[in-house]
């Protein structure tokens, strides 16, 4: 079972940034993959991006790429999404999510999310 908390949500005028925090129970953290994913209001959960559970790789949702940086600190069990140039597009609730194996596929623990508001 793996816990995830999320914070750092807000609100952000456009072209500003932000940065999530995503704290993990500990013992697990390292050996999964870790996600952050947005749901806007009328809209479906939609995958923002990923990092393996080394660090080494990521992976990114064209719509944010260039722009969203996902990281992982293993020793602190914390994952983290620095966004800039934010758009009034980027306004969701961020979800932290946790799966074994490949980044791709369903995840299996979800945290309870943050507000990002982003205003023109």
């Known amino acids: 079972q793996v816990a995830l908390v999320e914070s750092g949500g807000g609100l952000v005028q456009a072209g500003g940034s932000l940065r999530l925090s995503c704290a993990a129970s500990?013992?697990?953290?390292?050996?999964?993959?870790m996600g952050w994913f947005r749901q806007a209001p009328g809209k479906e959960r939609e995958f923002v991006a990923a990092?393996?559970?080394?660090?080494?790789?990521?992976y990114y949702a064209d719509s944010v790429k260039g722009r969203f940086t996902i990281s992982r600190d293993n020793a602190k069990n914390t994952v983290y999404l620095q966004m800039n140039s934010l758009k009034p597009e980027d306004t969701a609730v961020y979800f932290c999510?946790?799966?074994?194996?490949?980044?791709?596929?369903?995840?299996?623990?979800w945290g309870q999310g943050t507000q990002v508001t982003v205003s023109s």
């Open positions: 990092i393996s559970w080394s660090g080494t790789t990521s």
């Open positions: 999510a946790a799966k074994r194996g490949s980044w791709q596929g369903n995840y299996d623990y």
């Open positions: 500990a013992r697990t953290s390292s050996i999964y993959t």
